[in-house]
């Protein structure tokens, strides 16, 4: 099986990838081709999503695979969202949106400070396929006083595991990989596209 995966988030790769090569699937890189990124112009995970998978198919002709994914905090209604990776502004770094995150939530006590990622992820065998595989999944958490741990990406530092006493940075790649939302979406995925062969 080949596919592209629809994203230049690194550490969206090395997990995507973690769990898809070991079953053979031959998963390429968007970074191979060289056209810009889809503008990401939906207001949902899913439309997002969506976009970035169809814009990829578009650019190289094989299927695509997209993730859509953010942090949901509940004391922000719900925000950043889908602006997870802009949060603190266009062009901004992993650490400038843990600092403004810590800072918005400065005066909001621990009972108060959960949070959920949301992965969702769309598969589309052509640019035109009328059905495509849509998979969500989520993993609940508390923003962290301060970052702690150095594996893992984007806000995992700031993500605290009561059940676990660590931060997803904390995690391995294995142990990420079994309880995060991108675990639970792509374990959805390959079942749901094994079953559709
Ligand atoms: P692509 O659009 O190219 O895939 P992106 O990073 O811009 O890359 P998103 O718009 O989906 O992708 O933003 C997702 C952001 O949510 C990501 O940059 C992180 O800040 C955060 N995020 C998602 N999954 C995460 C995870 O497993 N751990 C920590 N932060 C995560």
């Known amino acids: 099986h080949e596919l592209v995966l629809a994203t230049s988030n690194k550490g969206k790769v090395a997990e995507l990838e973690g769990l898809l090569k070991p079953l053979g699937w031959q998963v390429k890189p968007q970074s191979q081709w060289n056209f810009a990124e889809a ?8 439309e997002n999503a969506i976009l970035k998978a169809r814009h990829a198919a578009q650019h190289t002709g094989l299927p695509a695979l997209a993730d859509d994914s953010g942090l949901a ?28 995150l810590l800072s918005a939530l400065k005066d909001t006590p621990e009972a108060e400070r959960h949070a959920s ?5 769309a598969y ?59 675990g639970k979406a792509l374990r959805q995925f390959v079942a749901q596209l094994q079953a559709s062969l």
């Open 39 to 46: 503008e990401e112009t939906g207001l949902t995970f899913v």
């Open 73 to 100: 905090v509940a004391a922000l209604q719900g925000a950043p969202g889908i602006y997870s990776a802009r949060y603190a502004g266009p062009g901004c770094t992993d650490q400038d949106n843990i600092n403004k």
């Open 124 to 182: 589309l065998r052509h640019a035109s396929d009328p059905t495509p595989i849509i998979c969500h999944g989520r993993w609940d958490g508390i923003i962290a006083a301060a970052p702690r741990g150095e594996q893992g990406f984007g806000y995992d530092p700031i993500f605290w595991l009561p059940d676990r006493h660590c931060t997803a940075a904390q995690l391995s790649t294995e142990q990420k990989q079994q309880l995060s939302h991108r």
């Open 117 to 121: 990622f949301h992965c969702v992820l």
